[in-house]
């Protein structure tokens, strides 16, 4: 909010750690549930604190995910799928913009 930072950790930064976990986890739920193998996945995720039209402060998020030997759209479909049962996911929509990024 325009301060000076400093050591530690902030909310958002907790936030995006705690939504990357539980949205890795949701991916790995989907493949297993669709039958496809997933060794080695990653997601980290980016919270941003902003300021909407009406002065209401409000956050976004962008999940980046990258899964090893999956090509981008294969990885894309399957965060749009673990987008819909991810308990961050659902608790968030409709609420704070979502972005998804497969890489």
Not at 30 to 54: I, P, T, Y
Request: contains cysteine.
């Amino acid at each position: 909010m325009g301060g000076p930072g400093g050591a530690g950790t902030n909310p958002e930064q907790l936030f995006a750690s705690g939504y990357a976990a539980c949205f890795e986890s949701a991916m790995r739920a989907v493949a297993r549930k669709q039958k496809k193998a997933l060794s080695d996945a990653s997601v980290s995720g980016h919270v941003s604190f902003n300021v909407a039209d009406e002065g209401k402060y409000v956050l976004s998020v962008e999940l980046h995910a990258k899964v090893e030997g999956w090509s981008g759209d294969d990885t894309r479909a399957l965060m749009e799928a673990a987008h819909e049962v991810c308990p961050y996911s659902n608790a968030t929509r409709g609420n704070i913009e979502v972005k998804l990024i497969a890489e």
